[in-house]
């Protein structure tokens, strides 16, 4: 596939909708600098767009989950569903956050190398392991992650966003933005 295909849809607001999608817009890139294409895509559907923007807001501000594993596992599991826009996107934020580009890359070959502490690859691996081998998944992955210190809630939470991410992917693929600036 080019690096420059199409968008399948072009993304407007629903008459009336603008001002709506135009105000989270605009917190979007008062905190991210942009919008990115993937998120401008939504604003075909505006309460999916506030939908997703709570999500978005409740794993930005998550109590116990660090920014560093929330997007690893979105980078990681991007790269294995072969979303282009997703991997860019999480490996910038990786390396905002401080983390060394050579070693975000080599964990796209081999997870155990992500540049995250022990206790956080449990979680990793968990939630590579949910949206891979969903049936595979069974009390020894949750009770090595217990033993880390993991409560339910957070191994609920690793688990929920690599689905959310992996959906998110699917979407992107399925409508061609694959790339920042598919809309320009």
Not at 82 to 93: A, L, S, V
Not at 113 to 142: I, R, S, T
């Amino acid at each position: 596939m080019s690096e420059m295909t199409q968008a399948l849809l072009n993304p407007v607001p629903p008459a009336g909708d603008e001002a709506r999608i135009d105000a989270i817009f605009k917190q979007v890139e008062s905190a991210m600098g942009l919008v990115p294409d993937g998120l401008r895509l939504y604003s075909i559907s505006p309460p999916l767009l506030e939908s997703f923007m709570a999500y978005v807001g409740y794993f930005r501000q998550h109590p116990t989950l660090s920014g560093q594993l929330l997007a690893m596992i979105r980078y990681l599991g991007s790269a294995q569903a072969g979303c282009r826009f997703c991997i860019d996107m999480n490996e910038g934020f990786l390396v905002q956050m401080g983390a060394d580009l050579d070693e975000v890359r080599a964990a796209r070959e081999d997870a155990s190398k992500a540049p995250l502490p022990d206790n956080e690859k449990v979680l990793l691996n968990l939630a590579l392991k949910a949206v891979n081998d969903p049936d595979g998944v069974n009390q020894a992955d949750l009770d090595a992650a217990r033993g880390e210190g993991w409560t339910d809630r957070d191994l609920f939470d690793v688990v929920v966003q690599a689905g959310n991410n992996r959906a998110f992917n699917y979407v992107l693929k399925t409508f061609k933005v694959e790339h920042q600036g598919v809309f320009s």
